[in-house]
């Protein structure tokens, strides 16, 4: 049991090691759990689709599988993703035996401010990325038109309610889980942030080898974001923008969301772009990070296990009285109150 006068500071890829009930074999149940029920919640959810589809008499491609178009066939693989979600919550609470709040950040919640300002740094940045690639040499395809208003509207509807979904959903599974799986096992961060990038990036399939490293790029970036400055909302924020640029794009040509092109097929000219705009968010964000006026949180205090060593028979401990707490000479000063924000 916790012994409430001791306390130990852990990193955010350590915070698998938070439960008193840890034991080195919960990481790899929870991460068979993940997948397990993501892979029999997304045959149920697919067949379910493919039932209903059917019925509505929408056509079927020549593998038997209906074609909902592009507006609804891409909500469907949006939602895929997002099926992932209450899988991590659930394996952190009940396999994991922490609290589910554990998975977003060393705070355990969600910090709603601290992801706003980075949504806020992230726009700027991958708006200039994106318009920065349209100076790219251009190959001999024709430019896809203006899809219409009538196409693009509703489209930007669905993609505004899941994307932020679907782009949290990959967070919480591999800079959230899979980060602190692994942190369980070993102290570095290093150790915990490589493989995920990794596995993130395969999970978005072989295109070219320069995509597949933009993908690792972008996974590392999310995952050293995660553990400087403990939580999942930096990188939360660099991949909902991102995914919401790319596919409102998409959105706004002919037939744009019906390609099966991902960030695994780019070119390098669009990598090397990318990849600036990468490390620019990191600048910024750190940047912020450590410029705030209430430092942010990047280690969670927690109960240090009691000592299991026997006391000798019949021990009775000596009255002591404590001994005085006196002030450091090397301690920092007191960082001065914000104005204008309530402490």
């Known amino acids: 049991m916790p012994n409430p006068l001791c306390a130990e500071r852990l990193p955010y890829h350590r915070l698998a090691l938070a439960s008193a ?10 991460t068979l759990f993940i997948v397990g029920g993501w892979l029999l919640a997304l045959i149920l959810l697919a067949s379910a689709a493919d039932s209903w589809g059917t019925r509505q008499g929408y056509p079927k491609d020549h593998d038997g599988f209906v074609v909902f178009g592009p507006v609804t066939g891409t909500a469907l693989d949006l939602l895929y993703v997002v099926l992932a979600i209450p899988l991590v919550l659930l394996a952190v609470r009940w396999i994991g035996r922490r609290p589910v709040g554990t998975a977003s950040s060393v705070t355990g919640r969600l910090r709603g401010r601290w992801l706003g300002l980075c949504l806020l740094v992230a726009l700027p940045v991958f708006a200039a990325v994106n318009a920065a690639t349209l100076l790219l040499p251009a190959d ?3 430019a896809p038109g203006w899809a219409g208003w009538h196409v693009f509207l509703p489209a930007l509807a669905m993609l505004l309610i899941l994307v932020p979904l679907q782009a949290a959903a990959e967070e919480y599974v591999f800079r959230g889980w899979l980060t602190q799986a692994i942190g369980g096992f070993f102290p570095s961060p290093w150790i915990a942030v490589v493989p995920q990038a ?44 991102n995914n919401l640029i790319a ?62 060593t026997p006391l000798p028979p019949r021990y009775v401990a000596p009255m002591q009285s404590p001994a005085p707490v006196l002030p450091s000479p090397h301690a920092a000063p007191a960082a001065p109150a914000c104005p204008g924000r309530s402490r």
């Open 21 to 30: 009930r840890h034991r080195w074999w919960r990481p790899l149940a929870g």
């Open 140 to 142: 001999d395809t024709p």
């Open 247 to 308: 596919f409102g794009l998409g959105a706004a040509v002919v037939d744009g969301l019906k390609t099966d092109e991902t960030a695994a097929d780019a070119p390098w000219q669009w990598v090397a772009v990318d990849i600036v705009a990468i490390a620019a968010y990191v600048a910024v964000v750190l940047w912020f990070a450590a410029r705030r006026c209430h430092p942010l949180a990047r280690t969670a205090t927690v109960p240090a296990p009691l000592s299991t």
């Open 198 to 241: 990794v596995l993130f990036a395969a999970a978005h399939g072989w295109g070219t080898p320069w995509g597949f490293a933009d993908l690792v790029v972008f996974g590392l970036a999310a995952g050293w974001l995660t553990v400087r400055t403990g939580g999942l909302e930096a990188a939360i924020g660099l991949h909902v923008i």
